[in-house]
C-alpha cells in the first residue's frame, strides 16, 4: 500500500466508525473505497468485516464499560442474526462481481432515500426479553442475513427494528445495534476468511481508523442538529460514490 492509500483507509475508517456508532451508513463510504483501491468486490466485501468487527468490539466495550449495555436482550436478538449472517455470507461468497456490483448501487440507494425519510417522534420504552416475539426474531434473522451479504445499510435495517417494531429510543438502539453487529459480523468473518477473501493488510489498516472513529463516537453526546450535519455529510459522500460506481 502506498502512503496515500494508507492515509485513505484511515481517514474515511475514522468517518464511518464514527458514523456506524452514531447513526448508519459507514460502509457506504468503506466498501466502495476498497474497491477502488483495487480490491475485488468479493475480497473487498470480506476485508470490510475486519473493520467492522473491530469497530463493534470498541463500541460494545465502551457502551458497557459506561452502563448502558443489555446483555440479556442482546444475546437473545443476537443467535437469529448470527443464523442469517452465515447464510448470508456464504451467499455472497459465490454471486459474481457483476451482480454484486449492482446490489451494491441499489443498496446504497435505497438506505440514502431512507435516510433522507423524516423519522417518526414514538413512545419509546425500555426493551426486556417479554417483548420479543417471533416477528422480531424473523426481523433478526433477515437482518443478519442482509448483513452477512453486503453490510452497507445494515444499521438502517436496525432503525426500522429497533425503532419502529420495539419503539425503543435511540440511545437504545445503537447499543443494541452495536451488540448485536459484533457476532453476526465475526461469523461472517470467519465464512469469508474461510473462502480466502480476506485481505488483512487492508483490513487491519482499515480497522485501526474505524476504532479510532467509533471510541469517539460512544463519548459523544450528538445534537439533532449534529446528527443532521452527519447525515447530510455522508450523503453528499455516497452521491459521489454511487455516480463512480455507476459510471464504472
Known amino acids: 500500500m502506498t502512503v496515500l492509500e494508507i492515509g485513505a483507509l484511515l481517514t474515511i475508517g475514522g468517518i ?4 456506524n456508532v452514531l447513526s448508519a451508513g459507514g ?18 466485501n470480506g476485508t470490510n468485516r475486519v473493520a467492522i468487527t473491530l469497530q463493534s468490539v470498541t463500541a460494545v466495550g465502551s457502551f458497557y464499560r459506561m452502563g448502558h449495555g443489555n446483555l440479556v436482550v442482546s444475546l437473545h436478538l443476537a443467535i437469529p442474526a448470527v443464523l442469517g449472517s452465515l447464510v448470508g455470507a456464504w451467499v455472497a461468497t459465490w454471486v459474481s462481481d457483476t451482480v454484486f456490483e449492482w446490489v451494491l448501487v441499489a443498496a ?3 438506505a440514502s432515500v431512507f435516510m433522507l425519510l423524516p423519522q417518526p417522534v414514538l413512545n419509546t420504552r425500555p426493551l426486556t426479553p417479554e417483548r420479543l416475539g417471533p416477528a422480531v426474531y424473523l426481523a433478526m434473522f433477515v437482518v443478519g442475513m442482509y ?4 453490510q ?5 435495517l436496525f432503525l426500522v427494528v429497533l425503532y419502529h417494531m420495539l419503539k425503543i429510543d435511540l440511545r ?4 443494541l445495534k452495536v451488540s448485536i453487529v459484533l457476532p453476526f459480523t465475526f461469523a461472517a468473518l470467519v465464512v469469508f476468511a474461510l473462502n480466502d477473501q480476506v485481505h488483512w493488510g487492508v483490513g487491519l489498516t482499515l480497522a485501526l481508523g474505524n476504532v479510532t472513529g467509533a471510541f469517539i463516537a460512544t463519548r459523544v453526546n450528538m445534537s439533532k442538529r449534529g446528527a443532521r450535519w452527519i447525515k447530510g455529510i455522508t450523503l453528499v459522500m455516497v452521491a459521489a460514490i454511487l455516480v463512480r460506481l455507476i459510471i464504472d
Open 16 to 19: 464511518a466508525g464514527f458514523i
Open 27 to 44: 460502509s457506504m463510504l468503506t466498501l466502495p473505497l476498497l474497491m477502488f483501491l483495487g480490491l475485488p468486490p468479493q475480497v473487498a
Open 108 to 110: 446504497m440507494i435505497c
Open 147 to 150: 448483513g452477512g451479504f453486503i
Open 152 to 156: 452497507v445499510g445494515v444499521g438502517v
Open 172 to 175: 437504545q438502539v445503537n447499543v
